[in-house]
């Protein structure tokens, strides 16, 4: 082949199968991470306040909650995918796609993103809570107006943290049909002995990652 | 304003406040002192609720603390503003915010938060640094704009908890005469908990002094200073015992600047320790330390101190803050200055 052919061919590729691929990959995932933010911070918010060291301990709940986020995050997300899928069809409507991959990937990370918020608030100052305290501020006030807005760029880091980990989930996600870079590079170039649709997928893929990091570094900064 | 009657407190075993007796007037600068760990600060704490007790009466400004459920404990810690030793401002916000933030939480009006806040720091003594960040400030500066943060509903009552324990001498100065102005231009009860002498002597007008979870003397700091009892002189004993033995680590120094010298003579000074300050090398100016007892005079009849190395006593500079030094044997400007 002339290397303008090849790149001609190199184009049709990119064009038909690469460059929708990354559009699906980055759908599944900024919808994932949307959604599992709000809901993990909804999980954080009650395992502060409840938690031993919280504003308003209370260990049954607390321990409920634990057990929930721990259970989750024991499923390697391939099993969680797949032992999920019922649910899946049941409120998706379809268990293979990428829509019917972002229901079991902001499953997966919601408890994830929990942790690093519920790590990040921890790590506030106490004396800073007192403080609050000291003034009258409400339980909901302290989190929200003293703990969130101080650890905003812990909570910033474990985002973009967060975001480059279910990339790599994103493109498991294409194991079981969701579309995506991952599924592409598996399924176009593994298993077809297409290495130019491999490697291109995986420059690509490398290149996400990097966006991600640099913007979260960036962002990062910005929140200091 | 605040009557304590009978308050136990326990921490599991240990028994921290065991029937403790208290009556703390109106307009009055009232000072907490005790070693650490006799539960001043505990006391203080509730005072505004922070922490509860197990037994007693605790009046506070005419409501008793035991009775107030969760929002009417939030409504009624309006009335009470605090500070404390290690500031508690947010970082990541400006002074402006950070003042603001009790105001905010209460729902006030943008155009009153403002007003109310320039006034504030005004009265604190910086309204040029409102839009600044309290991360780069000094000590001072941070626990003035605390100050304007605890006055922003307008208290009745200020709680310090060890306000000036981690400043330097000159701001802890500077600091309490804020606290006297607002004491006497707004009438604010304050109740201060201390453990340095300097304190008690420079900002309290009475002082109750906390042993073995009681309150073992009180009364104006004129009058316990007169009669000196036993708890009086426990605790200024504990004080020098345990200045001594850091001034022992503390090194013999020629130090370039004189600046630093005066600073630890006036750090001594307002400890209680007595140092003999004397002039040295006529080519090196400095000055240095010497921990009584400790000096001696030697065969050529100069007075020499043994060489020690001098940490800060600082909050935070804790041992981290020194000068290098050497051995030097000083003349006495003065022979019976010591």
Same mark, same amino acid.
């Given at each position: 082949?002339?290397?303008?052919?090849?790149?001609?061919?190199?184009?049709?590729?990119?064009?038909? +199968?690469?460059?929708?691929?990354?559009?699906?990959?980055?759908?599944?995932?900024?919808?994932?991470?949307?959604?599992?933010?709000?809901?993990?911070?909804?999980?954080?918010?009650?395992?502060?306040?409840?938690?031993?060291?919280?504003?308003?301990?209370?260990?049954?709940?607390?321990?409920?909650?634990?057990?929930?986020?721990?259970?989750?995050?024991?499923?390697?997300?391939?099993?969680?995918?797949?032992?999920?899928?019922?649910?899946?069809?049941?409120?998706?409507?379809?268990?293979?796609?990428?829509?019917?991959?972002?229901?079991?990937?902001?499953?997966?990370?919601?408890?994830?993103?929990?942790?690093?918020?519920?790590?990040?608030?921890?790590?506030?100052?106490?004396?800073?809570?007192?403080?609050?305290?000291?003034?009258?501020?409400?339980?909901?006030?302290?989190?929200?107006?003293?703990?969130?807005?101080?650890?905003?760029?812990?909570?910033?880091?474990?985002?973009?943290?967060?975001?480059?980990?279910?990339?790599?989930?994103?493109?498991?996600?294409?194991?079981?049909?969701?579309?995506? +870079?991952?599924?592409?590079?598996?399924?176009?170039?593994?298993?077809?002995?297409?290495?130019?649709?491999?490697?291109?997928?995986?420059? +690509?893929?490398?290149?996400?990652?990097?966006?991600?990091?640099?913007?979260?570094?960036?962002?990062?900064?910005?929140?200091? | 304003?605040?009557?304590?009657?009978?308050?136990?407190?326990?921490?599991?075993?240990?028994?921290?406040?065991?029937?403790?007796?208290?009556?703390?007037?109106?307009?009055?600068?009232?000072?907490?002192?005790?070693?650490?760990?006799?539960?001043?600060?505990?006391?203080?704490?509730?005072?505004?609720?922070?922490?509860?007790?197990?037994?007693?009466?605790?009046?506070?400004?005419?409501?008793?603390?035991?009775?107030?459920?969760?929002?009417?404990?939030?409504?009624?810690?309006?009335?009470?503003?605090?500070?404390?030793?290690?500031?508690?401002?947010?970082?990541?916000?400006?002074?402006?915010?950070?003042?603001?933030?009790?105001?905010?939480?209460?729902?006030?009006?943008?155009?009153?938060?403002?007003?109310?806040?320039?006034?504030?720091?005004?009265?604190?003594?910086?309204?040029?640094?409102?839009?600044?960040?309290?991360?780069?400030?000094?000590?001072?500066?941070?626990?003035?704009?605390?100050?304007?943060?605890?006055?922003?509903?307008?208290?009745?009552?200020?709680?310090?908890?060890?306000?000036?324990?981690?400043?330097?001498?000159?701001?802890?100065?500077?600091?309490?005469?804020?606290?006297?102005?607002?004491?006497?231009?707004?009438?604010?009860?304050?109740?201060?908990?201390?453990?340095?002498?300097?304190?008690?002597?420079?900002?309290?007008?009475?002082?109750?002094?906390?042993?073995?979870?009681?309150?073992?003397?009180?009364?104006?700091?004129?009058?316990?200073?007169?009669?000196?009892?036993?708890?009086?002189?426990?605790?200024?004993?504990?004080?020098?015992?345990?200045?001594?033995?850091?001034?022992?680590?503390?090194?013999?120094?020629?130090?370039?600047?004189?600046?630093?010298?005066?600073?630890?003579?006036?750090?001594?000074?307002?400890?209680?320790?007595?140092?003999?300050?004397?002039?040295?090398?006529?080519?090196?100016?400095?000055?240095? *330390?010497? *921990?009584?007892?400790? *000096?001696?005079?030697?065969?050529?009849?100069?007075?020499?101190?043994?060489?020690?190395?001098?940490?800060?006593?600082?909050?935070?500079?804790?041992?981290?803050?020194?000068?290098?030094?050497?051995?030097?044997?000083?003349?006495?400007?003065?022979?019976?200055?010591?």
């Amino acid at each position: 082949m002339t290397s303008s052919g090849y790149m001609a061919h190199w184009w049709r590729y990119f064009e038909g +199968i690469i460059a929708p691929s990354i559009w699906a990959t980055l759908r599944m995932l900024s919808v994932s991470m949307v959604l599992s933010l709000i809901l993990g911070f909804i999980l954080a918010y009650f395992l502060i306040l409840y938690g031993p060291q919280g504003l308003r301990p209370n260990n049954t709940r607390y321990k409920f909650l634990d057990f929930i986020v721990n259970s989750i995050r024991s499923f390697p997300i391939i099993i969680l995918i797949v032992a999920i899928s019922p649910l899946t069809r049941m409120i998706v409507g379809t268990s293979i796609g990428e829509k019917a991959a972002i229901f079991p990937l902001t499953i997966a990370a919601t408890p994830f993103m929990a942790r690093i918020i519920e790590n990040s608030l921890k790590g506030v100052d106490r004396q800073l809570i007192e403080a609050a305290r000291s003034f009258g501020a409400s339980d909901f006030q302290i989190i929200m107006k003293v703990m969130v807005k101080e650890s905003v760029p812990m909570i910033v880091a474990g985002t973009t943290l967060s975001t480059i980990t279910f990339l790599s989930a994103t493109t498991l996600a294409g194991a079981v049909g969701a579309g995506g +870079i991952g599924a592409v590079a598996l399924n176009y170039g593994y298993q077809s002995f297409n290495n130019t649709v491999l490697y291109t997928s995986v420059f +690509i893929l490398f290149i996400m990652v990097l966006v991600i990091q640099w913007v979260g570094d960036w962002l990062y900064k910005r929140m200091l | 304003m605040i009557t304590a009657n009978g308050i136990v407190k326990s921490f599991g075993a240990a028994h921290v406040l065991r029937g403790l007796d208290l009556a703390i007037g109106k307009g009055s600068i009232y000072g907490l002192a005790g070693r650490s760990g006799a539960g001043k600060s505990t006391l203080l704490r509730c005072i505004n609720g922070l922490e509860g007790y197990d037994r007693g009466s605790l009046i506070v400004d005419g409501t008793d603390v035991k009775t107030l459920g969760r929002r009417e404990m939030m409504a009624f810690r309006k009335n009470i503003g605090m500070i404390f030793q290690q500031f508690s401002l947010l970082e990541r916000l400006n002074v402006y915010d950070n003042v603001a933030l009790p105001l905010r939480c209460w729902k006030y009006g943008a155009r009153t938060i403002d007003a109310r806040v320039r006034d504030l720091l005004e009265i604190v003594g910086i309204p040029e640094k409102i839009k600044q960040r309290p991360r780069e400030f000094s000590g001072g500066q941070k626990q003035r704009v605390a100050i304007a943060r605890a006055l922003t509903m307008d208290p009745h009552i200020l709680l310090c908890d060890e306000a000036t324990s981690a400043l330097d001498p000159k701001t802890s100065q500077a600091i309490m005469n804020l606290l006297k102005e607002i004491n006497s231009s707004m009438g604010i009860t304050i109740v201060v908990v201390t453990h340095q002498m300097s304190v008690i002597r420079g900002l309290c007008k009475e002082i109750a002094i906390l042993e073995n979870g009681r309150i073992a003397a009180s009364g104006p700091v004129g009058d316990v200073f007169r009669e000196q009892p036993r708890a009086l002189k426990n605790l200024m004993g504990e004080d020098s015992a345990r200045v001594s033995r850091t001034l022992e680590r503390a090194a013999t120094m020629l130090l370039p600047d004189t600046v630093t010298g005066l600073f630890i003579s006036r750090m001594a000074e307002e400890l209680g320790v007595e140092v003999t300050i004397k002039g040295s090398n006529p080519h090196v100016p400095g000055f240095v *330390v010497a *921990v009584p007892g400790e *000096v001696r005079r030697d065969v050529e009849g100069y007075l020499s101190a043994r060489g020690v190395r001098w940490r800060s006593l600082a909050g935070k500079d804790r041992g981290s803050s020194y000068e290098d030094g050497y051995k030097e044997r000083i003349r006495a400007v003065n022979a019976d200055m010591l």
